[in-house]
Antibody, heavy 122, light 106 residues
Framework: EVQLVQSGGGLVRPGGSLRLSCAASGFSFSTYWMGWVRQAPGKGLEWVASIRQNGYDEKYLDSVKGRFTISRDNAKNSLYLQMNRLRVEDTAVYYC???????????????WGQGTLVTVSS | DIQMTQSPSSLSASIGDRVTIRCRASQSVSNYLNWYQQKPGKAPRLLIYDASSVESGVPSRFSGSGSGTGFTLTISNLQPEDFATYYCQQTYDTPLTFGGGTKVDI
């Protein structure tokens, strides 16, 4: 089955760190860009970061640049989001997503994980 | 950053209705425009990419049009499973940005 299964998340204090994981199966993970999108409670969608197939090109939302790091391990078919110096405003459901674009095709998120809640609170 | 503005923010419709949702970009995004559907507690689902191409598996009652700064998502013959929130997204430039969403309810 083609799917993305997320793990990680939880409650963390402001200034703390958390690592999200996303395990891919059923497709050739190493041939796709991948990304993270978040959704604050009751709010809309916000793109967070994207990474190239080989991991050598990363793009970030300005508000997370320098605090969050997107990475991937193609041997393990896994995507990660390391979140440091977390802020209350980072509280959201985080989704990983597959992106067939950026080169021949235009970017789009055509497969999504189930989402994981990150709560930043003291 | 490219701002995406959707209208209306919510609408009420009936089964069988034709529904139109609009999305305006603060600058031209060519046809780098996607539409997603999201139901409560669920991940978004890609409906339309490249402004007018229907994603595989999406019913033909969903269609998209537009280019540059103005886009529309049309749902013809609204079905019970179509009651959801819809988002547009531009991928012309980073940061990738979404519209604020349009909630379609009964």
């Amino acid at each position: 089955e083609v799917q993305l299964v997320q793990s990680g998340g939880g409650l963390v204090r402001p200034g703390g760190s958390l690592r999200l994981s996303c395990a891919a199966s059923g497709f050739s993970f190493s041939t796709y860009w991948m990304g993270w999108v978040r959704q604050a409670p009751g709010k809309g969608l916000e793109w967070v970061a994207s990474i190239r197939q080989n991991g050598y090109d990363e793009k970030y939302l300005d508000s997370v640049k320098g605090r969050f790091t997107i990475s991937r391990d193609n041997a393990k078919n896994s995507l990660y989001l390391q979140m440091n110096r977390l802020r209350v405003e980072d509280t959201a459901v985080y989704y990983c997503a597959r992106d067939p674009g950026w080169e021949i095709l235009t970017p789009r998120f055509d497969l999504w994980g189930q989402g994981t809640l990150v709560t930043v609170s003291s | 950053d490219i701002q995406m503005t959707q209208s209306p923010s919510s609408l009420s419709a009936s089964i069988g209705d034709r529904v139109t949702i609009r999305c305006r970009a603060s600058q031209s995004v060519s046809n780098y425009l996607n539409w997603y559907q999201q139901k409560p507690g669920k991940a978004p689902r890609l409906l339309i990419y490249d402004a007018s191409s229907v994603e595989s598996g999406v019913p033909s009652r969903f269609s998209g049009s537009g280019s540059g700064t103005g886009f529309t998502l049309t749902i013809s013959n609204l079905q019970p499973e179509d009651f959801a929130t819809y988002y547009c997204q531009q991928t012309y430039d980073t940061p990738l940005t979404f519209g604020g969403g349009t909630k379609v309810d009964i």
